[in-house]
């Protein structure tokens, strides 16, 4: 809602800005200098940036378009550097409350300028003497003595000469191919209100790469001469704050406390950069910090306290809104239309009307109660969102500055009849027993337990066809009433699990009817030939879908034997990543069954597939026709094709006459003739293939 400028007039009016300034020649602010390198060897382009206190005379330095800076190196060489007007310097600061004049402006508000000076230097190089190479830039009224004088109702102390200004920055040449400092990209009027959070914004950015460590460094009066601060304040702690501590955001530099006390402080914040441990440069940020109460106290956007708070469950209908600042109580529509409020479902809460909290006298509050159509009934995060009114605008104070649109309060509620976390659905598979069946084992998610068990009515299990939706709660196949039952075999599903992959998922219910989020889904595994293979082919072509039970399944693969059970399943292919594979077929007659299974990392759980048979036909054995024993390996001996398929297979050798030359009950393809004459031998194989029993016969033929 807008305020009527007649009421801000009268606002600003009877506002006073309590804290009493001097009247010093110059009221120096603040400034900082910065360099980057350029192109050239040791060529550097150096900045010097001053604030101007417009509560003041104006004279140098803020007259001069051109004047000198310093720089001086380890050595204790000192050199003078040119530096002029950058185009356009001289421009008022920006404040938050812009309807205010300031003093720059011909106003009374408190303003600042911003002046900046720049010029070229290349660096003379020492070869022989490093530290010749660390250089200081400087600026003061000399390349020693501060410049005078800064505003003296400051935290420094009173001595003569103490309210001098002085700033430099350091830059170590030796580094190869030199350094840019870092920057402070943003300056706002540093005014801020008493028992408010203040955040000092500077945004300080490195653009190569380089380690950045902030630190609050004393304020300067002259080369090497550090100012005095009034005890018990120091340059680390340079103001009056709650809990003496001043927070340095790590990423930016920028500096946030809260202050109880009226007060002008000077805070130097020094931004050093390191290249591998080696400290490279540094430079500071010298500013002065006014603490007080009066129009500044309007110069912080509204927006909500905190970015979240905790509410235990309640059916209390009204709800207090905190702000971080104070704004106009006839900036609030009355009927609760600058508010959203959104359920953990997503679904929108009434708001019935909102109302400021306690007027102060220039009617301002900090709070706003709201009445809702319902309590926070739900464990969760809600959302409250700030929007645009039936008067068109979000609240906002007397410097015109309105809540953002959109910006959210998360409120997290403890402690209703509610469980949202999903169930975690630890493992689905085919029952090793019945392949018809299907066991699922799930779990409460310990890193979410919150589930009151004496509010819990039953888990819900749902199965799904191929094609079917995961979500549709007429998929419902059973209801778990005990809560510490974890696992359920499904064995009334309307198709075999074997002819598709089944899927399930599940929830749980409250006795007040809440439910939580559905647990992943998981599908069982499906294992196909495909294409189909017959028994004479000696690889299978398998394919299945992926388990997604756990992240990253292997799969294995197992052979039975179905007339040798005792011996058990076999793994036959191990850590398939693959949902595709070929087997090669087991070479020895038989039935067989195959099977696919993966198995959790943590080895509780195997997700089992259907079961797939296959024959193997028997292999005829070959037994050569001719031998030659003559030591060279090469026929020497009757080496019979597959017969190590046949263990016991028993083998005998005649000579012409039918004489026995050779005998042996399970013949391991070792016999070379010993101690025959070459010519034709005859032999009876007499092969084991389980209980049965196949005769080979022939002629050998032994050639020496």
């Known amino acids: 809602m807008r305020i009527p400028r007649f009421i801000l007039g009268l606002l600003v009016c009877a506002t006073v800005w309590l804290l009493p300034q001097g009247s010093q020649a110059t009221h120096l602010a603040g400034g900082n200098i910065t360099y980057t390198k350029l192109a050239n ?42 530096v002029a007007w950058v185009p356009g310097t001289g421009i008022e600061v920006v404040t938050a409350c812009t309807i205010d004049p300031s003093t720059c402006n011909g106003g009374t508000r408190y303003g600042l300028q911003e002046y900046k000076w720049t010029g070229t230097v290349t660096l003379p190089f020492s070869t022989t003497n490093p530290t010749c190479n660390d250089w200081y830039f400087v600026w003061g009224n000399s390349a020693t003595a501060g410049w005078c004088c800064r505003n003296t109702n400051n935290t420094l102390g009173p001595a003569p000469g103490q309210q001098n200004f002085f700033i430099d920055s350091y830059l170590n040449n030796n580094i190869p191919n030199g350094n840019t400092s870092a920057r402070f990209n943003s300056f706002q009027v540093p005014a801020y209100c008493i028992q408010e959070p203040v955040t000092v914004v500077f945004d300080v950015s490195e653009t190569q790469g380089d380690s950045v460590v902030y630190s609050l460094t004393p304020a300067m009066t002259g080369w090497n001469t550090n100012a005095n601060y009034l005890a018990p304040r120091t340059a680390q702690v340079p103001a009056n704050v709650v809990g003496n501590t001043i927070n340095i955001n790590p990423n930016n530099g920028n500096l946030s406390f809260l202050s109880n006390v009226q007060q002008t402080a000077i805070f130097v914040l020094q931004v050093s950069e390191y290249r591998q441990g080696t400290l490279i440069g540094y430079v500071k940020v010298d500013v002065q910090v006014i603490l007080g ?75 706003i109660w709201l009445r809702l159509t319902k309590g926070f009934e739900k464990n969760g995060t809600y959302y409250l969102v700030s929007r645009k009114g039936t008067d068109n605008n979000t609240f906002g104070n007397r410097c015109d500055l309105y809540m953002h649109e959109f910006d959210t309060l998360k409120i997290k509620v403890n402690g209703c009849p509610d469980y949202r976390a999903p169930l975690l659905l630890e493992n689905v598979t085919l029952d090793t027993l019945n392949e018809n069946a299907v066991i699922l084992n799930w779990k409460i998610d310990p890193d979410n337990d919150t589930l009151q068990r004496s509010w819990f009515n039953g888990y819900n299990l749902y199965r799904y066809r191929p094609g079917e939706n995961p979500m549709r709660f007429s998929n419902r196949f059973w209801i778990e009433p005990n809560v510490d039952t974890l696992t359920h075999r499904d064995v ?16 749980l219910n409250l006795i007040n009817g809440f439910t939580n989020l559905r647990s992943k889904t998981v599908s069982t595994i499906r294992l196909v030939n495909n294409p189909p293979t017959t028994d004479e082919d000696t690889t299978m072509q398998l394919q299945w879908n992926d388990y997604v039970g756990w992240d990253t399944a292997r799969y294995n693969l197992e052979v039975l034997d179905i007339k040798r059970p005792e011996f058990g399943w076999v793994l036959r292919d191990s850590m398939l990543a693959d949902t595709v594979w070929t087997l090669r077929k087991p070479l020895k007659r038989g039935s067989y069954k195959l099977r696919l299974y993966t198995e959790r990392p943590d080895a509780v759980f195997r997700s089992y597939s259907n079961v797939l048979e296959f024959g193997v036909p028997f292999k005829e054995v070959v037994v050569p026709n001719v031998i030659t024993p003559n030591g060279d390996d ?18 005998t050798i005649f000579n012409r006459w039918g004489q026995t030359v050779y005998h042996s009950d399970d013949y391991q393809n070792d016999w070379d003739a010993p101690g025959l004459e070459s010519g034709n031998y005859y032999y009876l194989l007499k092969v084991r293939d389980d209980d049965n029993i196949v005769s080979y016969s022939g002629t050998i033929r032994v050639i020496r």
């Open 634 to 651: 090469i026929n020497d001996k009757v080496r019979i094709k597959y017969l190590y398929l046949y263990p016991g297979s028993a083998f």
């Open 293 to 367: 109460i009066g129009r500044y106290c309007d110069n912080i956007r509204p927006a909500f306290k905190n970015d979240s708070t905790i509410v235990q469950c309640t059916t209390d209908t009204t709800f207090k809104v905190e702000l971080n600042s104070l704004i106009a109580c006839n900036s609030i529509a009355r009927d609760g239309s600058e508010f959203r409020l959104y359920d953990p479902n997503g679904d929108l809460v009434q708001i019935q009307s909102a109302r400021p909290d306690t007027c102060i006298s220039d009617g301002r509050t900090r709070n």
């Open 41 to 82: 060897p040791n060529e550097y382009q150096i900045t010097l940036t001053i604030y101007r206190d417009c509560n003041s005379i104006m004279q140098g330095p803020f007259t001069n378009p051109t004047m000198n800076m310093y720089y001086r190196n380890g050595c204790g060489q000192t050199y003078t550097l040119p």
């Open 492 to 507: 009334y599903a309307p198709v075999l699990p074997r002819d598709e992959s089944l899927s399930y998922n599940l929830n």
